[in-house]
């Protein structure tokens, strides 16, 4: 587990400007709990909130991120004990150092003629992603933004850098599916700022709501409501005046700020964020897909049905979501779902309808079952629960021996 480290640095810059806690965090503005928390170490702020802490301490901003930074390593971000040797640990630090740092080692062959190329690069990318093709998504993907970084030298800089925002996107979110939350957070760290420099919001609140996922994904519920509630205050959304991508964009943070504030069996929040996002939903096509986040109401009504699993209701979980038709969502959205289903029917004992859409799962999304995170915690609990049946040990010597063809 991360050690905590106070921010002395930050207090003693507060203090020199004779502001309590609550004051600055008016100035940001945050909730008073949300900088209590940059102050102790628990969490790093996102990159727009750095700058708005820069200004309301009348300091240079790289003043502000020079103290996060040099304390982001010892923050608390994944207490998930490592399921790999020393070797292996060694092995992903030193490719995690490459994957962030010398991109331009990886892709001296590749070369991007013009900006319709990087941007079709990215997407394909992206759609390999919804198609559940990870080890493609994470093969390709360094030498793309080694290409990116490349083109910037020669380009609208504002432009790349918005690609480039996109693709360290995407690395975060495939490492959050695949458990790796220390990498997911790097990459989403690096990717919030180059939304920052591409003048994109829209891109920024997208990334903050897959930073604020993984946080809820490794069990820091509290911190992923907290970020999409400093999210929420500075970007809103005003009905038909709004964009197709800022409404996908805040839907999405409410997705996601529903379920959490039901895995805490906060009631009320989980109904008022999926209202929020109902509400959003109505002025969105169902099968919209702006931002890559399938947000839509066949979205919501998925999450609607995942607020009644993590509320400890999966009966109606069940009856819920047999009435939802999925066949217009990305194959990612798709699967998991039908996971999500699984899950339900497990927690109701109904088990061989568990295990049987489990087999259909894995018959329809090997690398999706192989390389999920909780996929494989569900599969391990089987083995346990019901080491006896046929084909819980077929799904676990099948599969579980992939768990790390992934990420080595």
């Known amino acids: 587990m991360t050690q905590r480290r106070i921010r002395q640095p930050l207090i003693d810059l507060r203090t020199a400007h004779g502001l309590s806690q609550e004051a600055l965090a008016s100035l940001v503005p945050v909730n008073t709990s949300t900088y209590q928390r940059w102050e102790a170490g628990d969490v790093t702020p996102h990159v727009a909130n750095q700058r708005r802490l820069a200004q309301a301490l009348n300091v240079d901003q790289s ?7 040099s304390s982001r390593e010892t923050s608390a971000v994944d207490t998930t004990p490592s399921p790999f040797t020393h070797q292996q640990q060694e092995s992903h630090d030193m490719n995690r150092r490459s994957f962030l740092n010398g991109m331009s080692l990886l892709a001296s062959a590749i070369i991007l003629p013009d900006q319709s190329s990087i941007s079709s690069v990215i997407d394909r990318l992206w759609r390999q992603y919804q198609e559940m093709n990870y080890s493609t998504v994470l093969d390709q993907l360094p030498s793309a933004i080694a290409a990116l970084q490349r083109w910037r030298v020669k ?9 480039l925002s996109s693709a360290y ?3 975060g979110t495939v490492f959050t599916k695949l458990g ?7 990459a989403l760290d690096e990717g919030e700022r180059l939304a920052q420099e591409a003048e ?4 920024g609140v997208s990334i903050v709501r897959s930073r604020a996922y993984a946080h809820f994904a490794g069990g820091r519920t509290d911190v992923a409501r ?23 964009a805040v ?12 895995r805490d069996r906060d009631r009320p929040s989980a109904l008022r964020h999926l209202n929020e996002a109902c509400a959003i939903s109505d002025h969105m096509p169902d099968d919209a897909n702006y ?4 947000f839509s109401p066949t979205n919501v009504a998925i999450h609607q049905c995942v607020v009644q699993l993590e509320n400890g209701n999966p009966r109606m979980a069940i009856r819920q979501g047999d009435r939802i038709i999925v066949d217009r969502m990305p194959a990612e959205r798709r699967i998991r779902f039908r996971f999500d289903q699984i899950r339900s029917h497990a927690m109701t004992d109904n088990r061989e309808e568990a295990i049987t859409t489990m087999t259909t799962l894995a018959r329809q999304a090997p690398q999706f079952v192989a390389n999920h995170r909780e996929c494989q915690r569900l599969l391990h609990q089987w083995k346990n629960d019901w080491p006896d049946h046929p084909e819980v040990r077929r799904l676990v010597a099948t599969l579980a021996p992939n768990n790390h063809h992934i990420e080595q």
């Open 63 to 69: 003043i502000v991120a020079g103290i996060f930074t």
């Open 155 to 163: 380009a609208d800089c504002r432009t790349v850098s918005g690609y």
């Open 169 to 171: 996107w995407l690395a």
């Open 180 to 186: 790796r939350f220390d990498y997911a957070l790097t």
């Open 200 to 203: 994109d919001d829209d891109l």
């Open 226 to 248: 907290g970020a999409i509630d400093d999210a929420l205050i500075h970007f809103g959304w005003r009905g038909h005046t709004a964009s197709p991508r800022r409404l996908s």
């Open 251 to 262: 839907g999405s943070l409410h997705l996601v700020a529903a379920t959490a504030a039901a």
């Open 291 to 294: 931002l890559w986040s399938a």
